[in-house]
């Protein structure tokens, strides 16, 4: 797993509330398309994000059975919805309320995946940070997350609250 360092705790909250944050992925999470907003918000530049993982922005706190969760939904070919932390290139974080919609090609084969980001409610993230610090106890350490096998992620997500679980819903 991608152990994103350094992380500061602090919470850059630049975000407006009417903004979207835009990004494209192939099938395999590289970056081909990054907006302005995407760009000035998590502090990394386009140049520096096309091209790479879209886990460059992997925060540590987010748990891997909520990547397990989006994966097994975009795979299924259906939408997928949810609040994550994303770290910045200086090691703060934001909170996005994440949809994610999976692009289909002229042969019906998923071709990538496009993401609109929101700013999320204080209640949502409140009730994600929640759940997600159960999920990571469930995990174990940042060490022992980041040894964590593919079939035992898959296992703990598939006992989980998250499996099978509807997007989470405004409060």
């Known amino acids: 797993m991608r152990i994103n ?10 975000m407006w509330n009417d903004e979207i944050i835009c990004s494209k992925t192939d099938t395999s999470g590289i970056i081909t398309y990054a907006n302005e907003a995407l760009c000035r918000i998590s502090g990394f530049s386009e140049t520096e994000m ?32 949810g609040i ?33 980001r929101r700013k999320p409610t204080h209640a949502q993230v409140a009730e994600a940070d929640a759940l997600y610090a159960e999920l990571r106890q469930q995990e174990g350490s940042l ?11 898959i296992q703990l997500y598939r006992e989980g609250p998250l499996y099978r679980a509807p997007a989470m819903q405004e409060a």
Request: aromatic share 10%; glycine share 10%.
């Open 143 to 153: 060490e022992q997350r980041g040894k964590l096998s593919r079939s035992a992620i």
């Open 84 to 116: 994550v932390k994303n770290r910045c290139r200086n090691g703060d974080h934001y909170w996005v309320d994440a949809n994610v919609s999976p692009q289909f090609g002229p042969d019906g084969d998923i071709r990538g995946y496009f993401s609109a």
């Open 5 to 14: 360092l350094p992380v500061t705790q602090k919470e850059n909250d630049g």
């Open 50 to 81: 096309l091209g790479r993982p879209h886990n460059v922005m992997r925060h540590p706190d987010m748990p891997r059975v909520a990547y397990a969760w989006c994966w097994d939904v975009l795979g299924s070919g259906r939408n997928w919805r």
